[in-house]
């Protein structure tokens, strides 16, 4: 909520100041027209000037209270002219986007995926994962006989590649409702119903699992999982909390379905300081889906760590899973999005609970939950958290599975 402070001084000229944080954005699309607007609500700020990443954004009009304010586009960042401020204000952005069919923004298929750092390409945006903003978002344009599945808000603090919408001839299948009232549903296209009853029969148990294990779910009272047509060869999801993605050859994958919904606490719940902590994310949440899964089906969890050890033997020991910096690793370019951290993360977590028991684990991430909720987080403060919540300090392990060039042999840490 923005707090009225007056008039805007309309003459500040546009100035660079990346500094000054997005608190909150809500966005309306026109998926026909390509035309959309944002109202960004910006923190205070000792300094001028606003800096937004736009990606190739077609900015046509800035206001603020209905005043016209000077900006400055400067290709793929967008300059603001707005005055120091002790108080949040919010700024409506005017503009047009354009497809993109390079997993980079609007797909012309109908889906929309930002991660990790193109939500430029579809809103004014800060695209750092430490960075959380709550979201509404509305969809309008769609064409005849088809369905836009998306959030129409987000409530909790949100890193930026969250927000997404998908878009195709939509059947919504209600699964159940959790213990804390939340219901589970998952969304699939002509001829998938049987495949995603398969895909999502646990998906409420699982659900409930993590909500009554970590606390309280922070997106909102409605989730599941949304089939999506990727293209060929595309497999997996992504954690567009509350509603996730799920590519639609992945859609009958139990494994993906609760990796997916788990991410609403590990990688969504609680952000990423830098994207050096990719594996607190896709570690954490690899791990959980075969924990959970073991919990709810033993033979079915049994599996999937079984495929998850077999794709082991596979990744190369030289593959980056938790570079010792912050802010210097690209998460695409410098390879860190690999099945290395997935999978080595998984098993940390595994070795973990085979020395303490998976419950002080699970424990301990709960602890973990409670404290950096809504909140970024670096892998080094799991360990902290890890260490003092059992006694067990997982600093060797933990170097010997996320860093060592030699993966370890699966089984209980030293």
């Given amino acids: 909520m923005s707090v009225d402070a007056g008039p805007l001084d309309a003459s500040v000229p546009a100035t660079a100041n990346a500094e000054r944080e997005v608190v909150a954005t809500g966005l309306a699309f026109d998926v026909t027209a390509l035309t959309a607007s944002a109202t960004i609500t910006l923190g205070p700020s000792a300094n001028p000037g606003a800096t937004l990443e736009i990606g190739d954004l077609d900015i046509t009009r800035v206001q603020s209270g209905g005043v016209d304010l000077e900006f400055a586009d400067r290709g793929s960042t967008l300059d603001l002219g707005l005055p120091p401020s002790s108080a949040p204000v919010d700024v409506t952005i005017t503009y047009g986007f354009h497809h993109h069919d390079l997993d980079d923004g609007a797909a012309t298929a109908g889906y929309t995926l930002t991660w990790p750092y193109y939500c430029g390409n579809l809103f004014p945006c800060h695209s750092q994962?430490?960075?959380?903003?709550?979201?509404?978002?509305?969809?309008?344009?769609?064409?005849?006989?088809?369905?836009?599945?998306?959030?129409?808000?987000?409530?909790?603090?949100?890193?930026?590649?969250?927000?997404?919408?998908?878009?195709?001839?939509?059947?919504?299948?209600?699964?159940?409702?959790?213990?804390?009232?939340?219901?589970?549903?998952?969304?699939?296209?002509?001829?998938?119903?049987?495949?995603?009853?398969?895909?999502?029969?646990?998906?409420?148990?699982?659900?409930?699992?993590?909500?009554?294990t970590f606390g309280p779910y922070q997106f909102g009272n409605h989730v599941g999982s949304v089939?999506?047509?990727?293209?060929?060869?595309?497999?997996?999801?992504?954690?567009?909390?509350?509603?996730?993605?799920?590519?639609?050859?992945?859609?009958?994958?139990?494994?993906?379905?609760?990796?997916?919904?788990?991410?609403?606490?590990?990688?969504?719940?609680?952000?990423?300081k830098c994207w050096e902590d990719f594996v607190l994310s896709e570690g954490t949440v690899s791990y959980l889906a075969g924990h959970i899964l073991e919990l709810q089906k033993p033979m079915l969890g049994a599996q999937v760590w079984a495929s998850y050890q077999s794709q082991l033997s596979r990744v190369p020991g030289t593959s980056p899973?938790?570079?010792?910096?912050?802010?210097?690793?690209?998460?695409?370019?410098?390879?860190?999005?690999?099945?290395?951290?997935?999978?080595?993360?998984?098993?940390?977590?595994?070795?973990?609970?085979?020395?303490?028991?998976?419950?002080?684990?699970?424990?301990?991430?709960?602890?973990?939950?409670?404290?950096?909720?809504?909140?970024?987080a670096r892998m080094s403060d799991m360990l902290t958290t890890i260490a003092s919540d059992t006694g067990f300090d997982p600093t060797s392990c933990a170097q010997a599975w996320l860093r060592s060039t030699t993966i370890p042999a699966v089984g209980p840490c030293p």
């Fill in 321 to 376: 899973v938790w570079p010792d910096s912050c802010g210097t690793v690209d998460v695409l370019r410098d390879n860190l999005f690999s099945i290395a951290p997935y999978l080595r993360g998984a098993f940390f977590y595994r070795a973990v609970a085979l020395k303490i028991g998976a419950d002080k684990l699970d424990h301990a991430l709960a602890t973990f939950y409670r404290q950096y909720a809504g909140k970024p």
């Fill in 227 to 272: 089939s999506v047509n990727w293209g060929p060869g595309a497999y997996g999801g992504m954690e567009h909390h509350p509603r996730w993605h799920i590519a639609n050859i992945a859609l009958g994958d139990e494994e993906t379905n609760v990796h997916e919904a788990s991410h609403g606490w590990f990688g969504d719940g609680i952000r990423l």
């Fill in 129 to 212: 994962p430490s960075d959380g903003t709550t979201f509404t978002l509305d969809v309008t344009g769609v064409p005849a006989g088809k369905t836009a599945v998306f959030p129409p808000s987000i409530p909790g603090q949100a890193p930026a590649y969250q927000v997404a919408w998908s878009i195709d001839s939509y059947t919504q299948l209600d699964l159940g409702t959790t213990d804390a009232g939340t219901l589970v549903s998952v969304w699939y296209r002509p001829g998938e119903q049987a495949t995603a009853v398969a895909g999502t029969a646990d998906l409420v148990g699982a659900f409930d699992w993590l909500e009554r």
